[in-house]
């Protein structure tokens, strides 16, 4: 998909940063990523992963200015020079002449010092350098980047390198795509994927469930998604992010194969889940479920289309509602007509030829409501059917909308004619009870979510106490043992 | 193994001619034959580069094209449909090595038209997002989008058309099976839609050629309908009741509240 953003929240700024050089303003890319690379190894250190994707948001809030030199001289820290790492990854970055010298005389203070040989630091080289790569759009040094460190990841099973590692097959899988080879790294996915589920890495195997999930679906190969999504084991997802790409996947599969009803919850969960900042994807979600709204027969509000910073992306679905609501074959294949580029490129296009039954289906219903008795040639002039026989097929398409339950109605095949029957008191039906129940059952998820939701702060179950504490709490617990016990004597 | 690769061509050779001359038993036996020999082809499964991959992948492609229309010829469904997702393997997988078959579309709408009748639509559309753009405008897959958009549409006169029009001798066979399923969703769509038609009507309506296929129809598929005076009548009035409660969805509807309202999450 060409939209799709990198959806990280960026909203966390390089707070260690900001607060300790009050003074110096500028502080040097390469001082950050110092900074950076303590986090990490604090993390690594104390087995805390929340640490590590805290270092991975804040690499990406230095993603633009980030600048060869201080890639090189960043790697001539992190690394030892020996390391075969060093030496790949220093060959993929180019030399830059002249301004080497700047980087050591930037950053006086806080003297940050990097422990060599933590396979953490290692991956995260990896990932500094395939993220500059692309960046600069070197993308076959980017290919041969990603390739490497693949093939690394492959001996290392610790939980804190999942974060960095996740990053990594993301970007892996976004560079081929770039190049457009994603049907070379197949296999590749699929068998990461399984070493991820044998490790337990959760987080690995979502996020390789979505690229293998984009993949297919790159190449239309709907049928092998749905087959590889129904037997991947599915859980509780860890990153929203993720969660809303796969409901996304999910819906499209699901679009395809005509089902349109859970293609439409999926499609509107994706869209609301998104962050605000990945407004591509955003719109990419709407696009889809407003074609999925028009499938199933309901006309979406204007409000939808009226979404900041959407309007113009959503100009040529707001077109084609138009077309739909009102019932008129021939505005519809103008529409898209106009706007077939525009389709194609979103890959609706065989979606939008599956609506002209819809745009029928309601320029019928709009007159069976209006009309209680209509002759069918005034049906067929009013739907603009042009074939060679407008009346018979006229008939046979009311017939056939009747059987389905899109109308009310019978035919009187003598005179011609189709009478409409009495629409009748809609309360005294069961119809009020079904709306009811469906808007309960929505509130109850919503109430069930939200409730599962909420995060407690982490380890504050987990506060060491100190030894006087727990001095303390031992005489307190003495005492009151002795007074039980005095108590018990007391009763004797 | 150039011998082995010899004797296919050869064999296929023969195969064609054998079909060409409708000459069904001996096709089924040396599309047997063939099949064997495939299984001694060394680039298949796709597992080793040899130097006549495209030779050997060529001539697999044109058995499996042969085996399907025999398999239509002899009226075998089974086979027909696993002939068809073998075929479908090779065009998706060997784009890139060799140019397409030229019989290539011709193949593809006979797969679609294949999953009409059966009603399997949500499969049709999967098969039509692989097609590429260009394809939509080859004469096969038109016929059959176009086909399923009238069954969608419910415009079945056009349908006869198309009957007719067939842009493929070998979609001919499947024609008979699309006209059954034809008449079937007609005959739903006049039940619920007319309260009686005339004979006459309805015997051009479900496209039948003579009174006497007409009535062996009602009588053996339609024993409710009754004849009255040269004219149908579908059903009987059978009055709706308006006002069954349901009670037993209100019941459970109202159990799963007071279990949300009460459970700890």
Redesign the interface.
């Known amino acids: 998909m060409p939209e799709d953003v990198e959806m990280n929240d960026s909203q966390v700024p390089p707070a260690a940063a900001a607060a300790s050089d009050a003074p110096a303003p500028a502080q040097s890319t390469l001082h950050h990523l110092k900074e950076i690379a303590s986090v990490i190894e604090a993390g690594s250190l104390s087995k805390e992963v929340r640490r590590i994707s805290r270092a991975v948001r804040l690499t990406i809030a230095l993603r633009r200015r980030l600048a060869a030199r201080d890639v090189a001289a960043f790697l001539a820290l992190a690394l030892s020079p020996s390391s075969e790492a060093f030496a790949r990854l220093s060959a993929l970055v180019p030399k830059e002449d002249g301004s080497e010298m700047d980087v050591d005389m930037a950053a006086p203070t806080a003297q940050v010092s990097i422990k060599h040989g933590l396979p953490e630091i290692e991956i995260y080289c990896y990932l500094l350098v395939l993220i500059f790569l692309i960046d600069n759009k070197k993308y076959d040094e980017a290919k041969t980047c990603a390739s490497a460190s693949i093939a690394r990841l492959k001996s290392l099973n610790r939980r804190t390198v999942d974060v960095l590692a996740s990053r990594l097959y993301s970007y892996y899988s976004y560079v081929h795509e770039l190049t457009n080879t994603l049907a070379d790294i197949r296999g590749t996915l699929l068998a990461l994927h399984r070493m991820a589920t044998l490790h337990h890495d959760e987080l690995g195997q979502e996020t390789l469930l979505n690229l293998l999930l984009r993949n297919y679906l790159h190449y ?4 092998q998604a749905e087959k590889l999504r129904s037997k991947a084991p599915r859980f509780e997802a860890h990153s929203n992010q993720q969660f809303c790409r796969y409901l996304f996947y999910l819906g499209k599969i699901r679009t ?4 349109y009803t859970d293609a439409k919850e999926s499609l509107l969960q994706a869209a609301r889940k998104a962050p605000t900042t990945a407004r591509g994807f955003r719109i990419q979600c709407n696009k889809w479920a407003i074609i999925v709204r028009l499938l199933l027969g309901e006309i979406p509000e204007r409000t939808v289309f009226m979404q900041k910073g959407m309007k113009a992306a959503l100009t040529p679905y707001f077109e084609l509602t138009n077309a739909v609501r009102v019932g008129d074959l021939e505005l519809f294949r103008s529409v898209a007509d106009k706007y077939s580029s525009t389709f ?1 490129a979103d890959r609706t ?2 979606l939008i ?2 609506l ?2 819809n745009v ?1 289906r309601t320029g019928l219903r709009n007159i069976s409501i209006s009309y209680s008795r209509i002759s069918l040639a005034d049906i067929a002039k009013k739907l603009r059917l042009d ?1 060679e ?1 407008p009346v ?2 006229a008939e ?8 389905d339950g899109a109308i009310d ?3 009187d ?2 005179n011609g004619w189709m009478v409409s029957k009495e629409t009748g008191d809609v309360y ?3 119809e009020p ?1 079904i709306a009811f ?1 469906s808007r ?1 059952a929505f509130c ?1 998820n919503m ?2 979510e939200a ?2 939701a909420l995060r407690f702060p982490p380890n504050s179950h987990k506060e060491k106490e100190s030894a006087e504490k727990r001095r303390e709490r031992l005489q307190q617990e003495e005492e009151l043992a002795k007074h039980m016990a005095e108590e018990d004597d007391d009763d004797f | 193994m150039d011998s082995g690769l010899e004797e296919a061509t050869q064999k296929l050779a023969w195969l064609s001619f054998a079909c060409a001359r409708d000459d069904l038993e001996s096709g089924v036996a040396l599309l047997a034959e063939l099949k064997v020999l495939l299984t001694r082809l060394h680039s298949l499964p796709p597992l080793e580069k040899t130097p006549n991959a495209v030779e050997e992948l060529k001539i697999a492609r044109t058995i499996y094209e042969n085996a399907v229309i025999l398999s239509l010829k002899i009226k075998d469904d089974e086979a027909f449909g696993r002939n068809l997702c073998q075929l479908k393997e090779f065009y998706i997988n060997t784009w890139l090595v060799f140019a397409r078959s030229p019989y290539e579309y011709q193949f593809l709408g006979l797969n679609l038209l294949r999953l009409l009748p059966e009603n399997r639509i949500s499969e049709f559309h999967t098969e039509l997002e692989h097609l590429p753009l260009e394809a939509l405008n080859h004469p096969c897959i038109k016929y059959a989008v176009e086909l399923e958009q009238s069954f969608m549409e419910g415009t079945y006169k056009q349908l006869a058309n198309f009957c007719q029009a067939v842009p493929n001798e070998t979609y001919v066979y499947l024609m008979d099976r699309i006209a059954e399923s034809v008449r079937d969703e007609i005959v739903d769509c006049s039940v619920e839609a007319y309260d009686y038609l005339p004979v006459s009507v309805a015997k051009k309506m479900l496209m039948f050629t003579s009174y006497r296929e007409f009535f062996e129809y009602i009588s053996e598929e339609q024993p409710e309908w009754e004849i009255k005076n040269c004219s149908i009548h579908f059903h009987m009035a059978k009055p709706k009741s308006h006002m069954d409660l349901s009670s037993f969805k209100l019941i459970k509807q109202a159990l799963s509240y007071a279990q949300e309202l009460e459970q700890i999450v």
Do not use: M
């Open positions: 239309n190969l709907y049928d395809i194969q005509l089902e194609s296009r065989n030829v599956r002209r039954h029928i074939s026989n018979a097929d046979s398409i009311v017939a056939k909308a009747i059987r109605a019978t035919i095949h003598a005294s039906t069961n009870q129940n309960i109850l109430h069930n409730v599962k």
